[in-house]
């Protein structure tokens, strides 16, 4: 029977042939994807990538049924094992039990209530690291964009996530190593069927989780008998670990640490890394939010008293999702034989599920490729279909930390700009680079001036 309609099966999906598509995938993988998509209309087509055929499903409705249906489209499947590989038995792993015991130990932490009691330490340590910026600002000496808020966020994450048990020996090792190891990961995913000897950046990728596993093993060890009373991620996983019966191993801590690291700094950084180059190319979506945020924050140090006035930064945060979504595309595997609105959906079918193109259908969003955050106002947001928006995925598998990413994102995008306004000293990108997360295409070089300067 038809998970969304009841009826029989009455079509096969819409093949989109290798021969056809191979070019574009050569020459723009992302705009022949955005094509592809267009041309299907929210129906659910076949793409031929040669060794795999997975079916492309954009439409909310159909989403919705996948995603929500975890007994019949599981976390499985040939694009799923190289995160596996990674990320193990955690947070991010397959499922199973395993999974359910760290959504269970990781939820309380990422309460909207525990995120707010936190936000005060989350302020201090963005401000701190805003502070950094001051000498390039009063010199005029030009930054990378995307670098100073990977910067950034690393400080909140390592903050936040390891409740300061974590030096800045340790921080240094792990923000490169995590760098390469995302980078190689992305040639990973989109072609998981070659060896791993073959796989580019292979060196790098095994030196960078060597090293993650260094750091993340020996803070175990360290820490494991006595996690201390903390609130954040680690204490609340080796308190678990040591529970009489648990069951469960240093691995399981570090699985977890590494899920929960990659998604807190890759969500924020990449998303935040998109803010600079759409202010320059929408001068009037940055006025409007220098205005609130000089209104609301004014020339004082932000913090958790300000965030409730932060309503237009928090809807330019939502649009940079929407836009360029981290988790931009994520495979779903069919562990029996189903229909999907009438289309035929056989066990180890492989389902290709991506917000980047959901985010981007002509008939669910009026005009989807403008920076429009009003779309977000509250009297805009009535109505829309849930998995309309999804960049945080759904269903049971939905990302515990969207909470801490708006409250985070807010709270960078406020300290830098009541301090300072951006000019572009270098080319602005517009269009993104495929890889397992979507930067922009090129580092954006720009001028951090000194409001004061500006008066």
């Given at each position: ?22 070019p ?119 930054v990378?964009?995307?670098a ?24 240094a ?35 960078g ?35 009489p ?67 237009y930064?928090?809807?330019?945060v ?95 995008a ?27 295409e ?14």
């Amino acid at each position: 029977m038809s998970v969304l309609t009841g009826a029989k099966p009455r079509r096969n999906p819409k093949n989109f042939p290798l021969h056809r598509t191979l070019p574009g995938f050569l020459k723009d993988p992302l705009r022949e994807l955005e094509r592809i998509s267009a041309v299907a209309g929210g129906g659910v087509p076949r793409l031929d990538l040669g060794i795999v055929k997975p079916l492309l499903v954009t439409r909310p409705d159909h989403l919705q049924a996948v995603l929500r249906n975890t007994d019949t489209y599981a976390r499985d499947g040939i694009f799923w094992r190289p995160l596996n590989d990674l990320m193990g038995d955690g947070i991010l792993g397959e499922g199973g039990e395993s999974w359910a015991v760290s959504r269970k130990v990781l939820q309380p932490v990422f309460t909207l209530r525990n995120v707010r009691s936190l936000t005060g330490r989350l302020a201090e340590t963005i401000n701190a690291a805003v502070d950094e910026l001051e000498p390039a600002a009063r010199s005029g000496r030009p930054v990378a964009a995307g670098a100073e808020m990977t910067r950034i966020v690393n400080r909140t994450v390592v903050q936040i996530f390891f409740g300061g048990k974590i030096g800045p020996a340790e921080t240094a090792r792990l923000a490169p190593a995590f760098e390469a190891v995302i980078a190689a990961l992305a040639f990973r995913v989109l072609l998981p069927f070659l060896p791993d000897r073959l796989a580019p950046r292979g060196r790098s990728y095994r030196e960078g989780v060597r090293t993650i596993d260094d750091v993340m093993f020996g803070l175990v060890e360290r820490y494991r008998d006595d996690p201390g009373d903390g609130l954040d991620i680690f204490t609340a996983l080796c308190r678990a670990r040591t529970e009489p019966g648990s069951g469960l191993t240093d691995k399981w801590v570090r699985d977890n640490l590494v899920g929960m690291y990659s998604a807190g700094t890759e969500t924020t950084a990449t998303a935040l890394s998109w803010l600079w180059p759409l202010l320059c190319a929408h001068p009037e979506v940055a006025a409007r939010l220098y205005e609130e945020i000089d209104r609301v924050v004014g020339r004082d140090r932000v913090g958790p008293e300000h965030l409730e006035g932060l309503a237009y930064t928090r809807q330019v945060v939502q649009e940079l999702l929407r836009l360029y979504p981290v988790g931009w595309q994520f495979p779903r595997m069919a562990v029996r034989d189903t229909t999907l609105d009438g289309f035929s959906v056989k066990a180890g079918q492989t389902l290709l599920i991506s917000p980047y193109l959901t985010h981007r259908l002509a008939s669910v969003w009026e005009r989807p490729a403008e920076f429009d955050p009003d779309r977000f106002a509250p009297e805009h947001t009535a109505g829309r279909h849930r998995y309309a928006y999804f960049p945080f995925g759904g269903g049971p598998h939905q990302c515990v930390g969207n909470h801490l990413f708006q409250i985070e994102a807010q709270l960078i995008a406020a300290s830098v700009l009541s301090r300072f306004r951006p000019e572009p000293a270098g080319p602005v990108p517009s269009r993104p680079a495929m890889g397992r997360t979507l930067r922009p295409e090129h580092e954006l070089r720009m001028r951090l001036v000194p409001i004061e300067e500006r008066a």
